[in-house]
């Protein structure tokens, strides 16, 4: 048995995160040669709006694409702060590390995977690896990186260290990519930067096409978005395996009550009285647990009283702080820079959190009309979906996504939209978190947690609602007009016929006052029911608001 069992694990061997995404490319996001193209393009554009965003810089990234011979060349500038020497190297050519993973704040990027997936993409398929130029401060560094797959850590070349005399700041980053291909589909690289520039109003953007053709998205604000602030997690949505990981880690605090005070939001000295009281063996169904023990020897039983324990306490919301919309005003000035919409409804929920203690808001606009909704091949026009993550563009795997799945379950004749397969319609919607719960590494749908489907579904509610109005004034206006319409086309024989019954020659003043009195009567009629709505439709709203109304109730009993 001994033998055998020795036999079967004599292959046993460990293997780098590197190795592992050497043989799983599609759990990075690059399957398919357009998707792969597009997600290279993703990974460094949202690694330059972070790093310009966090140094306070209006971002200008150019991106060109240039088609060389089996390859593309892919290049990136931005004008955002440079990466410094000493964290150039990992920051592109090692998985798992950046500025961002372990950090409790806002963010496109969270994984610390995306700009190293492409360095690694990018030796399994052109054999080289990528050129990067970093300005920062007084230096400027030029090299090669390529990525040891065995033991995933950097390997620099032609490294050169120049004076930065002209002070100039920002990434280049160069690469030659295989197994791509460049269109302008709806999933290509060129549909992905203007949706960047629809949730991103302050950005300038250009594309350099393989056909040598450039298209710019100009920025339509010259606010730089307020710098977003680290937080810590809410007591009230942290689950029990996070609350003990937490705790293990913990290398400061020797007691739970001041881990509590230090690692978590909302978590006053009155709180922890009140825990205190919840945990101290008294309470039915909820266990001891001495606050005083230290953080590192938390039981998983104990663990679970104290998550029972903050269900039943009262806490303020969590901090706005770390969560930055992109705001109506700002949604507005975009949607109508570049989709002129004859209608747009805005609709922004407030905050809310979900399981991990994860802040989070959603934000939807609907625009009709326009250049709103998608074209189709024959010419005519379909609904359009575009979702985002913390203003990063989600342009795949749609079908697993909870916006998409929200979008699909409202029953939209109760807006108005009676086939929303044909009408001019574009959905945005804007999912803010400081950790967003992907499906995967791709990070290209949105899981859709309980909390987060429902916010994301009432958001779109929220907007549809107002759409619901404007149509139905349009509707009421065309009924009018069409009653006033049948009306006119009699006026002249009518008059006609009262002239001849009053022995009157001219009949033309009677036409006159005929119709000044008909556009009078019907012009009133169309003022005076601009704001009502007919009473099916309002019972039905009534009933609408009401359930949402009972939801959120329910929420803050639950909280």
Known sequence: MGSSSANIFKNFKEHSIAEFFKKNKQM???SGKVRSLTMIVH???TNSLDAAE????????DVQIQEVGPNYKVSVQDNGPGIPKKHLAKALGQMLTGTKFHRFMQQRGQQGIGAAGCTLFAQLTSGKPIYVVSEYDELRIK??????????????????????KEGKHGLYIEGYFGDVKYDRSSQGPLEYIKRTALANPHLTISLLEPTGERITFSRSSDVVPPKIEETLPHPLGIGVADLVDLAHKEKEEKTLKNFFQKRFQRFSLQKVEELKALVDGTKEGIGFVDLLKDPKELKWEEAEALI???AQIKWIAPSADCLRPIGPERIQASLVHILAPDFLAIAQ???????GGYPFMVETAIAWGGHAGRRLANSEVTYDVIRYANCAPLIFDSYACAITQAVKEIDWKRYGIKDIEHEPLTIFVNFISVYVPYISTGKQAISPEEEVYQEIKYSIMDAARRLQLYISGINREKEIQNRRNVIMRYISQV????AELAEIKDYLPI?????EITQTRYMTKLLTEENEEEPEQQEKNKKEQNGLENHEEKEKEDG
Do not use: H, M, W
């Open 28 to 30: 990075l996001g690059f």
């Open 43 to 45: 990974e460094y554009i």
């Open 54 to 61: 966090e140094a306070s810089i209006l971002p200008e990234i």
């Open 143 to 164: 090299c090669n990186i390529a990525i040891d797959i065995q033991t995933n850590t950097p390997v620099i070349t032609n490294e050169i260290i120049e004076e930065n």
């Open 308 to 310: 029972k324990a903050f």
């Open 349 to 355: 929920r407030p905050r809310k959190i979900y399981k």
């Open 495 to 498: 008059s006609k016929d009262l």
């Open 511 to 515: 036409e006159q006052k005929l119709k």
